[in-house]
């Protein structure tokens, strides 16, 4: 993933601390669950996550997305971005390969949707590889939450 550029260097750091988050854990587990980033310049970064046990299925996401628009309301935040929407790729070796979805959001940058794919190698090695970047509508920051 090293070299892969958004046009914005919150969003590039942002991209890259969740992907080490998600291919450590598919390294470990192989899941995750929903969860997020909040982006600070000065700070490590934050991360935002739902107690699942509480919450299964797409109430994870909201969950987490509410908690990255209370982090988005603070003037200090520049950045936020959600991982979810993982799957399997079937029929093909469903333990080894599938995908996930990045929403990252900067205050004064591109709101955009990423897809990434990922696949096991040997030594239980994960190699990810960004399928497609998109713009989408704001979430977080901009009309509708009180920012411009």
């Excluded at 739902?50 to 299964?56: D, G, K, S, W």
């Excluded at 982090?71 to 070796?93: C, K, M, Q, W």
């Amino acid at each position: 993933m090293a070299g892969y550029h958004l046009g914005h260097p919150d969003l590039d750091a942002s991209l890259a601390v969740l992907l080490d988050v998600v291919r450590g854990s598919l390294i470990r587990s192989g899941m995750f669950p929903p969860f997020g980033i909040v982006w600070t310049p000065g700070r490590e970064p934050a991360f935002v996550a739902a107690n699942f046990y509480q919450v299964a299925g797409r109430g994870l996401v909201d969950r987490v997305g509410d908690g990255l628009r209370r982090a988005a309301a603070e003037p200090d935040t520049r950045a936020v971005g959600l991982v979810h929407d993982s799957r399997i790729d079937r029929p093909f070796r469903p333990e080894r390969a599938g995908a996930f979805r990045v929403d990252l959001e900067h205050r004064d940058g591109p709101a955009l949707t990423i897809t990434v794919t990922w696949r096991k190698g040997w030594f239980n090695r994960v190699k990810l590889r960004v399928s497609e970047t998109r713009p989408r509508l704001r979430k977080y920051f901009g009309p509708g939450t009180g920012e411009s």
